[in-house]
């Protein structure tokens, strides 16, 4: 009688193919979600420079910025209070074709509001002692960046002699009128 050797695998090899598995799918995981936050971050900075180039046109066709809307986050207009609100006038005025760029966190989840927002003010001229002779100008500011703290590496910033809005938005720009 011929004995025929067992050809299964052993438990303590069945775990370390589990734990190996395990391990290679944790990476895979925190490198998914880095890359995700980043290409967040990157729409962010994308729609940022596609609004600054509608409120410059708008800015070239009427000699000022829009103004903003008045809501329910103070004298700000943001795009998660109302993203149907948020500049309007720049396509109410053509400038912008569609619908103006909203935060793609407020995209994916339906949220109007989950503290990820663009923000936008219009001030006027000589506010917090910028050169009246600029003009009035506006701010336009991203609040948490995902992929960095404040501020973000690429932001432009802006400030005038007694505020800095680097110090209130992740990212942040502005401009004057003249």
Not at 6 to 31: C, D, M, P, R, Y
Not at 83 to 107: K, M, Y
Request: net charge negative.
């Amino acid at each position: 009688m011929r004995i025929v050797p067992n050809k299964g695998f052993t438990i303590v090899e069945l775990l370390i193919v589990i734990v190996v598995i395990g391990i290679i799918a944790s990476i895979v995981v925190v490198a998914y979600n880095g890359v995700a936050t980043n290409a967040k971050d990157t729409r962010r900075q994308n729609d940022m420079e596609q609004i600054v180039r509608a409120l410059m046109a708008y800015n070239v066709e009427f000699g000022r910025f829009p103004s903003s809307n008045i809501n329910t986050q103070g004298e700000w207009e943001t795009s998660g209070i109302n993203p149907n609100q948020f500049l309007s006038a720049l396509r109410t005025q053509g400038i912008i074709g569609g619908a103006i760029p909203v935060d793609p966190v407020n995209v994916q989840t339906g949220a109007l509001y989950d503290g990820k927002v663009y923000n936008y003010y219009r001030y006027p001229a000589g506010s917090f002692s910028c050169d009246a002779a600029r003009g009035g100008f506006f701010i336009l500011g991203v609040r948490d960046m995902e992929s960095s703290g404040n501020p973000h590496p690429e932001s432009p910033g802006f400030a005038c002699d007694t505020r800095n809005w680097q110090a209130e938005f992740d990212w942040v720009t502005g401009s004057f009128e003249n």
